[in-house]
């Protein structure tokens, strides 16, 4: 495991920390009344630094390079620039189209 790797992971154990403080935070402002709409944000806001937290936890950097990864895919389809992968992929649904026609007729 690399230092990058536990910076991560660091993160994603931080970001549970969060959640707990949010949650205790939560139950607060639930024994004073109804429920409003702080309080719905503060649970959502917890669920989320939660969720984003084990992933870290479990995945570590690799969460964050799958990230950086559909990002550059994305970059290089806006600039003109198409990944063999993603061009084989868009040619399939035709290529069954045609095979489907070619049966029919």
Do not use: K, N
Request: proline share 3%; with cysteine; net charge positive.
């Amino acid at each position: 495991m690399t230092r990058r790797d536990l910076a991560w992971r660091g993160l994603g154990l931080l970001l549970v920390g969060a959640a707990a403080g949010s949650s205790l935070l939560h139950r607060a402002l639930t024994l004073d009344g109804p429920a409003s709409a702080l309080e719905m944000a503060l649970a959502l806001a917890s669920f989320s630094f939660a969720s984003l937290g084990i992933l870290l936890l479990c995945q570590g950097v690799r969460l964050r390079d799958g990230w950086r990864r559909d990002l550059d895919r994305r970059q290089a389809q806006r600039d003109g620039h198409r990944d063999p992968l993603i061009l084989a992929e868009d040619r399939a649904p035709l290529a069954a189209f045609l095979a489907a026609r070619a049966r029919r007729d």
